[in-house]
Nanobody, 124 residues
Framework: QVQLVESGGGLMQAGGSLRLSCAGS????????IGWFRQAPGQEGELVGG????????MYADSGKGRFNISRDNDEKVVYLRMDSLKPEDTGVYYC?????????????????WGQGTQVTVSS
């Protein structure tokens, strides 16, 4: 069993930076790839990016390439999403999700566990 808790969201101005955290619990947390998803108002959820279980592999959606960075600390059982040069279109609820997968990239279509989400609002 893995539990995920996101934090760090807030109201930001365009151009600013924000770091979201995804705190995990459970001994098996380190075995999971972690993805960050965004649910924008009136839109389908989308994968923002993800990181492999050991932190050696990362991937980003085109919308975040060059601006977002995902990292993880397995000793602390936390995964971070650093977002720079924020844009209004980054607004949404951000969720982290755990995928039990050793291959890369994993299938992000059906994560095993989800967090409760944290709201990010970027004003222009």
């Amino acid at each position: 069993q893995v539990q995920l808790v996101e934090s760090g969201g807030g109201l930001m101005q365009a151009g600013g930076s924000l770091r979201l955290s995804c705190a995990g619990s459970g001994r098996s947390f380190i075995n999971y790839a972690i993805g960050w998803f965004r649910q924008a108002p009136g839109q389908e959820g989308e994968l923002v990016g993800g990181i492999s279980w050991n932190g050696n592999r990362r991937m980003y959606a085109d919308s975040g390439k060059g601006r977002f960075n995902i990292s993880r600390d397995n000793d602390e059982k936390v995964v971070y999403l650093r977002m720079d040069s924020l844009k209004p279109e980054d607004t949404g609820v951000y969720y982290c999700a755990a995928v039990d997968a050793w291959e890369w990239p994993p299938s992000w279509s059906a994560p095993d566990y989800w967090g409760q989400g944290t709201q990010v609002t970027v004003s222009s």
